[in-house]
């Protein structure tokens, strides 16, 4: 596995918590139309749901006219959603009381976005599958164990481990454990699961800054170190357009394996950052270091310079996964633009002490360093 890979998986566990500071902002409403409310309302129970991925499927659930229930440990976030029930309890049947507040209830759907270990989706299958009629699991595109051609769809391999009783998570055991976890929730429902493998996953509330870095970067100006080339591919989904596409997949009833990125339209490195120079209205210039050079100064693709990685060998189809299947199915995509002036607003309500520790990307001294560095590589 390539050390991009890696960086990916390791951490891909991000992209489903955040903390929540003061209420949900305006610019998290998503992009279903709210006055066009379904025939029927759904009953739907969200295992999780407090964290950077559920706040927006649960508005825009709200905003179809839906009834939500949380199960939870009641840790993240207690206090978001006040007017929504709450059963606590733990994944981890073996802990405290386990699943036992869910025992005995029914809903309609069920969405798993908290599920990261096969005997833990397995009880919670297990005991709602005569709860529920439909079970959507939450994946990820790290599933994937061979990422080296563009235009990888669902039927692509996935990752297997040797010893499938392994739980701890690590940046080699997080996809192959979530492929498992896919497996064991469609054996468990069969017919009635829905996989959604979602790329980055980006916008406002983002905890991971693997996306924001680019547009406070940028915004910032001045010399921005850029990584590549300017027409290396990336892919990203705004969460709210995932979020409302969640729940459009629960009032069509729609099963089976889906890749969730995008934009729809094949994006590049070199758009992006267009994009965050525009929407910021800074006098930013970029300096192109090829992947080699970044290589040679120890500069990580996906980690310090974050949504790329670069388009060659083990991860020239990282960045170029087929997600016809999930558009032909509704799913819709948000202009970047919108994502970067939002993420931007978001960042700027933000206590200054965080807005001064971007969590992805290089630091401002570090990136002055590799700067120097390309320059005299190139005037040699």
Known sequence: MST?????????????????????PRWTCATQD????????????????TGFLGPHTVEAAQKRGHTLTFFNRGKTNPGLFPDIEKLHG??????????????????????????????????SAELLRNAAQQYIFISSISVYS????????????????????????????????????EQTAERTMPG?????RPGLIVGPGDPSDRFTYWPVRVQRGGEVLAPGTPDDP?????????????????EDGVTGVFNATGPKDPFTIGA?????????????????????????????????????????????GFAQIDCRRAIGKGLTFRPVEDTVQDTLAWWKTLPEERRGKLKAGLKPEREVEVLKAWHESRGK
């Open 192 to 196: 009635r699961t829905t996989v959604i």
């Open 272 to 316: 992006l950052l267009k994009v965050c120079k525009s929407a910021s209205g800074s006098d930013a210039t970029f300096t192109w270091a090829d992947a080699d050079f970044l290589a040679e100064q120890k500069v990580t693709p996906w980690s310090e310079m974050p949504v790329w990685v670069p388009p060659r060998g083990d991860d020239a």
């Open 4 to 24: 991009t890979r890696r960086e990916f998986l390791s951490l891909s566990t991000a992209a489903v918590s955040y903390a929540v500071l003061g209420a949900r």
């Open 146 to 181: 061979d990422t080296s051609k563009p235009g990888l769809d669902e039927s692509g391999p996935v990752g297997k481990l040797e010893d499938e009783t392994v739980e701890k998570i690590t940046g080699e055991t997080y996809g192959p454990l979530k492929a498992l976890c």
């Open 90 to 123: 733990d994944r981890d049947p073996q802990k405290g009381d386990g699943l036992k507040a869910l025992e005995g209830r029914q809903w309609d759907v069920v969405v798993d976005n908290s599920g990261y270990v096969p005997r833990m989706v397995r009880a």
């Open 34 to 49: 709210a006055a066009s409310r379904p025939a029927k309302s759904m009953r739907i129970l969200i295992l999780g749901g």
């Open 234 to 250: 990336v892919q990203v989904i705004d969460v709210r357009d995932l979020g409302a596409w969640i729940v459009k997949v629960i």
